[in-house]
RNA sequence: GCCGGGGUGGCGGAAUCGGCAGACGCAGCGGACUUAAAAUCCGCCGGACUUUGUCCUUGUGGGUUCGAGUCCCACCCCCGGCACCA
């Protein structure tokens, strides 16, 4: 009887082991090549949850693979540590963010050790330490002095619940807020931003990297390039300097069918525009838009409305007169917050024409168009009526033709304009990096010195949310003197969005207890880029957005020598649970320590792997899980009980099933391999379970000799090792070999021993399946044929039948095509 | 509406270049062991029928091909993202 398989026993040993023997602790090392594994870290919000896991388990087995490949794996772990959730949480509970937060911190590095990863402890970083946030203080200096960063009134979105202004990235689908769900509205206010739509461009090229299309799509979507042309109508008021309204265009073709304008409410001429008669009326408008909440203005579905003002704009191509009308389908915050009504090629301004009896003007006439009204708008492509001198142009060449026209008679220019707005990073909280910046009455905006960083966070502020900063009530915190003139100052008193404590994390790994820099330039010219950034695909316009951004403004602040942080990512799905999201409020959350302390991590590590492909996700499934234990146990029988070669077995018998162990441990080693490298570890498992079942077979009847069976029995545990550690660990030692299973070579596979020397060959008539037969791989097509006529079922298809063509397909099939 | 990803047994899923559909696992059924149960091991396990076999079957309908889960066309459904962006 073999001793029973024990995870919790030997689980406990081994991580206690490794840690002691600094196993997994990395240094640059130039005789071996890098690799930089790296999760997405995670935020402090309490425990670790098997969604945790799903993210952290499957990459540590393969930062582990490559560590056994030969690679110098730097697979380091961390906390994302500032944030509104934390502050929220210790607000409700009476306690201090940064107690909620420690307290979290140490529970979650618990949880993480019983995971058995390769995590060097030693490179823990966490966002909320001064001595991290100094230097999230410091990019943030960078920025300005580069001029990336700015302080600038807009129209902001302002959370009403977490009481802050949030980024548009942080605006969900209907306009609420992604941490909180509250709806959003607008407020204007004072705030920092970062300057990312400079890299508007650069960051819709994902060059050289290899990223998910799914997200490289998101984020050229969220940048919204449209490429146009800007023109102006010409306006010629008593008392309005203004001598014209510009628009931006994507239809320049479409131009000679403008029948009114469209301005935005909150466009600064429509104050001076609106004639008395209708002032009243517009102000009246101008209100009740006010009044409106934001999902109710973003809402599609609403009928469009708007109001005339009063005023009249000229169209230069034609020298007509067209209204002018405001109306709040018309944004100021896109393109100059003024359009060009063309009812007939546009179905907003098409039902907005509708509405209120504007003209409709048809200038791309569809393809056999008689003239007749539109039902409704055109935007496909046609030829150009009713234009002037552009008539029968069909609308691509149109718009070119337009452009010039403009550009010639300096009505308008070619331009382009983003959806992206700028980063703003402002934020009126308490738990956050506080922006490090002095207004002195004499100096006025004035950075905060390098040398006097960090602008701590004082511990004693009150911290509930006011709706103002609550840095500003803390006196101590916020007079201070000026650095250039030393007279009494006041410190900036927001705080930074903890996406700028995440835009550089992945840099900070590298050296972590740098106090001279946020990293040293020579762990960072070895280990970065990432080379391999797992995470979920939640973060594709915050998170790898900023992140983006960040780097390309470090690399041309010469800071680093790369613009692109991640070379390849990859996003797992989300384990469902009773085909449900896992949520605290539906209360099925999965708490892997259970089955940790029940089945094992290895266990909970294989499943998960198992279940799904990962970047699928799977649902949590209590008899799956036994499944693999069942697995693991039989694996540690098969192992551990032993081998006996049989003295019954003839030689041939014996040479021919050591040449099939042989090849059958090569094709899985290939196999593993392969399914590694793909991040495939639903197949992998598979594979190695196939592995398992057929050892367990020639266990059974004893034919090989001993040797051969050890070097399988290796192979295995040695594929096994990046899976389940600490058991390929355990039986690694037990069967005699020196420790560490984890600083072994992974295993190679002989392409030539991978070779079948028999296949089974199908024989079809007509394409359908009629027999098949086990031949050797060097049967010819002769041989083939004949050996498939031979076989009595095969000839009962083809009796009195003409066979018209022979399909020979070399190790598959035979197919005899008849009639 | 637009963009991206999907639809295969009771379930999770597998299937390299167009070549044996359903690997591996779960659940289920039958058996061995046991006083019994658990555990373990062995066998069966898409459907129908006239069951040594035949036919049907990868969301639906068509097409290409000797041969289609895989390629092409049209449609339906699900998931994710974006959505008055001029």
């Known amino acids: 009887m073999v001793v029973k398989y024990n995870p919790q026993e030997i689980e406990k040993k081994w991580q206690q082991k490794w840690a002691e023997d600094r196993l997994y602790e990395v240094t640059e090392d130039n005789t071996k090549p890098k690799w930089y594994a790296l999760t997405m870290f995670p935020y402090t919000s309490g425990d670790l ?5 799903y993210a952290l388990a499957p990459s540590d087995a393969h930062a582990r693979f490559k560590r056994m490949q030969g690679y110098n794996v730097l697979h380091p772990m961390g906390f994302d540590a500032f944030g509104l959730p934390a502050e929220n949480a210790a607000i409700s509970r009476g306690i201090h963010p940064f107690t909620w937060t420690m307290q979290n911190i140490d529970n979650m590095r618990h949880q993480l050790r019983s995971i058995g990863a390769i995590y060097d402890w030693n490179r823990e970083v966490n966002t909320c330490q001064p001595e991290y946030y100094k230097w999230t203080q410091w990019f943030f200096l960078k920025l300005y002095q580069a001029g990336l960063a700015y302080r600038g009134k807009a129209p902001v979105n302002w959370c009403p619940r977490c009481q802050t202004v949030l980024a548009n990235e942080q605006v969900v689908a209907g306009g609420f807020c992604e941490r909180c769900g509250a709806a959003v509205i ?18 819709m090229q994902h060059n050289g990297i290899d990223w998910p299309e799914r997200i490289k799509t998101m984020q050229r979507n969220w940048v919204g390039k449209s490429v146009g042309t800007e023109l102006s109508f010409a306006l010629d008021y008593l008392g309005v300097e203004e001598k014209e309204i510009r628009v931006f265009t994507t239809r320049p073709d479409t131009i000679f069918g403008v029948t009114f304008m469209v301005l935005a409410p909150e466009h600064p001429l429509v104050v001076r525009l609106t004639s008395p008669e209708k002032k009243a009326e517009v102000d009246d408008y101008i209100a009740r838009v006010r009044r409106r909440s934001e999902i109710e203005r973003q809402s599609t579905e609403r009928e469009k409305d708007g109001v005339f003002i009063g005023a009249y704009a000229v169209n230069r191509l034609n020298a007509e007169s067209v209204p002018i009308w405001i109306a709040d389908y018309v944004l100021m915050s896109y393109g100059t917050g003024a359009v060009m009504g063309v009812p007939a090629h546009d179905e907003r301004d098409f039902a907005f024409a509708k509405k209120y009896d504007l003209p409709i003007k048809v200038v791309i006439a569809p393809p056999g168009w008689q003239g007749g009204e539109l039902e409704t708008a055109y935007t496909e492509p046609g030829t150009m009526v009713n234009s002037g001198q552009f008539n029968g142009l069909p609308s691509q060449q149109g718009m070119e033709a337009v452009s010039d026209f403009l550009e010639e008679k300096g009505w308008g220019k070619r331009a382009i304009t983003y959806r992206l707005r700028d980063w703003l990073i402002s934020r009126q909280r308490y738990w956050g990096a506080p922006i490090p910046i002095i207004y002195c009455p004499n100096c006025g905006v004035v950075p905060v010195p390098e040398q006097d960083l960090p602008v701590l966070l004082p511990e004693n502020a009150e911290f509930k949310p006011t709706g103002e900063s609550p840095l500003k009530y803390c006196e101590q915190f916020v007079n201070t003197t000026c650095p250039q003139c030393s007279s009494p100052a006041k410190r900036e008193t927001d705080t930074m969005d903890t996406f700028m404590c995440s835009s550089w994390y992945f840099l900070r790994y590298a050296s972590p207890h740098c106090d001279t820099a946020p990293f040293g330039a020579d762990e960072l010219k070895y280990w970065l880029p990432v080379d391999l950034y797992t995470g979920g695909a939640e973060h594709a ?18 800071l680093v020598d790369f613009g692109e942080p991640f070379s390849r990512l990859f996003n797992q799905g989300v384990i469902i649970v009773g085909r449900q999201k896992m949520s605290k409020s539906r209360g099925n959350v999965i708490i892997p320590d259970e089955y940790v302390s029940e089945l094992g991590a290895d266990a909970v590590r294989a499943y998960l792997m198992f279940v799904a492909p990962w970047e699928q996700g799977g649902g949590w499934d209590d008899s799956g899980i036994s499944g693999i234990s069942r697995w693991l146990n039989r694996v540690w029988n098969l192992v551990l009980k032993g081998y006996s070669c049989s003295e019954a077995v003839s030689s041939a018998i014996r040479q021919k099933a050591e040449r099939e162990l042989s090849r059958i441990t090569h094709q899985t080693i290939r196999k593993v391999t392969n399914d590694l490298e793909k991040l495939r570890f639903n197949t992998m498992i598979a594979a190695l379970m196939e592995f398992t079942n057929y050892l367990a077979k020639v266990r059974e009847t004893g034919v090989v000799i001993d040797s051969a069976w050890r070097g399988s029995i290796d192979s295995l545990l ?22 560490s299973i984890h600083n072994q070579s992974w295993p190679r596979w002989d392409e030539e021993l991978t070779k079948d020397e028999e296949i089974t060959l199908v024989i079809q008539v007509n394409g359908k399946l009629r027999d098949r037969i086990a031949v050797p791989v060097s049967i010819t097509e002769a041989e083939a044929r004949q050996l498939a006529l031979e076989r009595q079922r095969v000839k009962a298809y083809l009796a009195s039948k003409e066979v018209v063509k022979i399909i020979y397909v070399p190790g598959r099939l035979v197919n005899f095509v008849v009639r």
């Open 49 to 53: 949850h098997i969604g945790h896991w």
């Open 186 to 203: 607008r407020r204007d206010l004072e705030q920092w931003f970062f300057h990312i739509t400079k890299y508007a461009d650069e960051l």
């Open 541 to 558: 316009v915050m998170h790898l957005f900023y992140a983006r951004f960040f780097i390309k403004a470090l690399r041309d602040m010469g």
């Open 718 to 739: 040695l594929l096994l090792a990046p899976t389940a550690p600490h058991l390929a660990e355990e039986l690694w030692q037990r069967i005699g070999h020196d420790y």
